[in-house]
């Protein structure tokens, strides 16, 4: 039986201001849970499961001994869980360090600007593993990559790439070694670009595109052709149209 105490402190965690506190974060369900586990880049703390999932992940259990890992029943799940339906299983997992500084070139480096939707960043995580994209650079002004719908939609992604949050104009001025490629309604074709071996490409707000200043830094806008009259793509959309053409 979880105690009330903790059952209010794990509620508290799908808030920033707590998570950060604690440097802890949630996962849940029976995809995310175990891949972040198996990933060895966060130490998990604690994990609270139905009877079902610990009977049918007896193997993985053994191999934390360190993890505290508790038998719940429904109505405790769902008292702690983030989800509108809880699934099987929660953990609480530590945060990992911030990323130190990383070279850009001969690679593709994905850049942020302001994707303030959780489901959009996690969807963006979630892309840049399936093209083999290493680390991400978010604005200051990205959703939080451990708020549990990043963590959630991530399928696990999240234990693979490397988010570092900085004040992106900045940093774009001082990575100017590879060309720098801002997503764009007026821009050359992407069907035009050859496949690339390095470069940054940047993606903007949902609603405003890229700002401005972090503009001010790109080598050359890039756009995908429409067709009909949509105004716009969603920019997780977008961004893996884009990383499919690239790659």
Not at 51 to 78: I, M, Y
Not at 92 to 106: I, K, L, M
Not at 134 to 141: A, L, M
Request: net charge neutral; hydrophobic share 45%; aromatic share 8%.
């Amino acid at each position: 039986m979880i105690s009330k105490s903790h059952t209010k402190y794990i509620q508290s965690l799908q808030h920033k201001k707590f998570r950060d506190e604690g440097l802890v974060f949630i996962a849940e369900g029976p995809k995310v849970v175990p891949e972040l586990l198996m990933g060895g880049k966060f130490i998990c703390k604690e994990l609270f499961a139905l009877p079902g999932w610990l009977d049918a992940n007896r193997s993985l259990v053994r191999q934390f001994p360190d993890t505290v890992f508790e038998e719940v029943k429904d109505f405790e799940l769902e008292k702690i869980s983030a989800l509108a339906t809880p699934h099987e299983v929660l953990a609480v997992f530590e945060q990992s360090p911030a990323p130190a500084a990383f070279d850009t070139r001969n690679r593709i480096t994905l850049a942020l600007d302001t994707i303030q939707d959780p489901g959009n960043l996690g969807t963006l995580i979630r892309l840049a593993d399936w093209f083999g994209i290493s680390h991400i650079v978010c604005s200051t002004g990205c959703a939080d990559r451990y708020n549990p719908k990043v963590v959630q939609s991530t399928m696990g992604s999240l234990g693979r790439v490397e988010l570092l949050y900085t004040p992106l104009a900045e940093w774009l001025q001082v990575n100017n070694k590879v060309k720098r490629y801002g997503a764009a309604l007026d821009g050359t074709d992407i069907k035009k670009l050859p496949a690339l071996k390095e470069g940054i490409i940047v993606i903007g707000n949902e609603a405003h595109g890229i700002s401005t200043a972090v503009m001010d830094c790109i080598d050359e806008k890039i756009t995908i052709r429409k067709f009909g009259i949509a105004e716009s793509l969603n920019a997780a959309v977008a961004a893996g149209i884009i990383l499919h053409q690239v790659t």
